[in-house]
Every structure is written in structure tokens, then in C-alpha cells.
């Protein structure tokens, strides 16, 4: 009996979520090394699909179409656990906020010193209109806090989808290729 890609598909979202839950308390030394580790057993996963389910007579639409079946559920689980992650960890987006305020200060005091000398030597003012107030830097990083998951989620749409479609691409071509081999 064949496992359904979409099983499998939901066994390598598990795994990708614990090896991220391990990156994020520290049980891998590194959140990269977690995260290249969480996009290695994706792409496995997705050529166990293929090695499975797919067929070199079947042609490239055929097993792409198996290995969609299989990134399309790791998508969607770890979309999901990245909005309930990231809104039952809401200092995430505060230490983001924190360093986004301190790299904005630091610009905005080297752009004032800069900007006071073009000031006097250049009639344009157009670069003045980078340097923020206090009051606007707390707006944009309250929104930013504010906006924080659904940006998160965004970015794992985009690039779960994006990677898997790749993985799935190569596997379908390898797979499709062994035929003619």
C-alpha cells in the first residue's frame, strides 16, 4: 500500500515545524541552521512523494503534479503554524521593533549631522524629508508590531510555495528524465 502524497506531505510539516520549534528554543545552535534543515526534509519529502507516486512514463506534468499534492499541504500546515507561532510569541515582533528603532535612530542621527552640513552648502532640501520625528518612528513600528503575523504569514505563502514548487520542478524533470536514461 502507497502512502497519499498529502500524508506524506503532513508528516514532512510536522517534522519541519519541530526542527523549527527546536531552532527557536535553541536545541539547534542556529534559527538558519533550523531553517535549512526544515527546507531539507521539505525537498525530501517531496522526492520520497515522487519516488513513490511518480512514474517516468507519465511525463513532467504528471509528477509535478504528484509532488503538488505533496507541497501544497506543507504549505498550508506551516502557513498556519506560523500566524498561531508568531501570535503566541508576540516579544518576536517587539525585539524585530526594537532593532528596526535602534537602526532607524542611528540613521536618522548620522543623516541629521549629514544633513545640516548639505543644508548650508546646497539649496535643495528634498533630503530632508528622510529624517524622521520620534513620533512618526513609534507610529510605523506600533503598525509594524501590529502587522507583524500577517506579514510573517505573507512571507511563508511566498516562500514555502515558491521553494516547494521548485523541489517539486527538479524532482518532476529527474523523474521524467530517468525515462530516456
Known sequence: ???????????????????????????????????????????????????????????FRSNFSTGFRCLIVVTLCLVVFSYVFNSLHPEIARQEAA????????????????????????????????????????RDLTLFVDRFPIVVVSRSIFGYLLAGALFTAIGALVQTLRRKY
Open 99 to 138: 532593532a528596526i528603532r535602534e537602526e532607524i535612530q542611528r540613521t536618522n542621527n548620522n543623516f541629521s549631522v549629514k544633513a545640516k552640513q548639505e543644508v548650508t552648502s546646497s539649496p535643495d532640501r528634498s533630503t530632508l524629508a528622510e529624517n524622521r520625528t520620534p513620533e512618526e518612528i513609534e
Open 1 to 59: 500500500m502507497k502512502i497519499h502524497p498529502a500524508l506524506i506531505g503532513l508528516i514532512c510539516a510536522c517534522l519541519m515545524m519541530a526542527v523549527l520549534l527546536s531552532g527557536y528554543y535553541k536545541m539547534i545552535p542556529s534559527t538558519q541552521a533550523a531553517q535549512l534543515f526544515a527546507y531539507g526534509i521539505y525537498a525530501l519529502g517531496i522526492f520520497v512523494t515522487l519516488k513513490i507516486h511518480g512514474s517516468p512514463s507519465t511525463g
